[in-house]
């Protein structure tokens, strides 16, 4: 059974800074495409980070977040992170975490549909 919990969300002020974490099981993490989303009340679902399998030698990360934040993991542990700092009252959100298993085919790295499995979302408010 698939599975892919985060954790780390809290309520900080503008400047702040928080690390999430998302732990996958069930799946073979290592080769793994992993991405990070964030969705707020009444909007879609927003691409914010991803980052390659293997050596996760491709990170892609939205315009709204470059300079800011960092997607990183360590397939020892089966966990993604997504460093932020510098955060905005924009960025409140629930961040998801979402996986892709390697496959054939043309694919957009920051489009839900076209990842496989998720997470339940950790909550990040970004208010003074």
């Known amino acids: 059974q698939v599975r892919l919990v985060e954790s780390g969300g809290d309520s900080v002020q503008p400047g702040g800074s928080l690390t999430l974490a998302c732990a996958g099981t069930?799946?073979?993490?290592?080769?793994?495409?992993m991405a990070w989303f964030r969705q707020t009340p009444g909007g879609g679902r927003e691409g914010v980070a991803v980052?390659?399998?293997?050596?996760?030698?491709?990170?892609t990360y939205a315009d709204t977040v470059k300079g800011r934040f960092t997607i990183s993991r360590d397939n020892a542990k089966n966990t993604l992170y997504l460093q932020m700092s510098g955060l905005r009252p924009e960025d409140t959100a629930m961040y998801y975490c979402?996986?892709?298993?390697?496959?054939?085919?043309?694919?957009?790295?920051?489009?839900?549909?076209?990842?496989?499995?998720w997470g339940q979302g950790t909550q990040v408010t970004v208010s003074p």
């Open positions: 979402a996986a892709r298993p390697p496959r054939a085919g043309s694919w957009n790295v920051l489009r839900p549909g076209d990842y496989d499995y």
């Open positions: 980052m390659s399998g293997g050596d996760g030698n491709t990170k």
């Open positions: 069930g799946f073979t993490f290592t080769t793994a495409f």
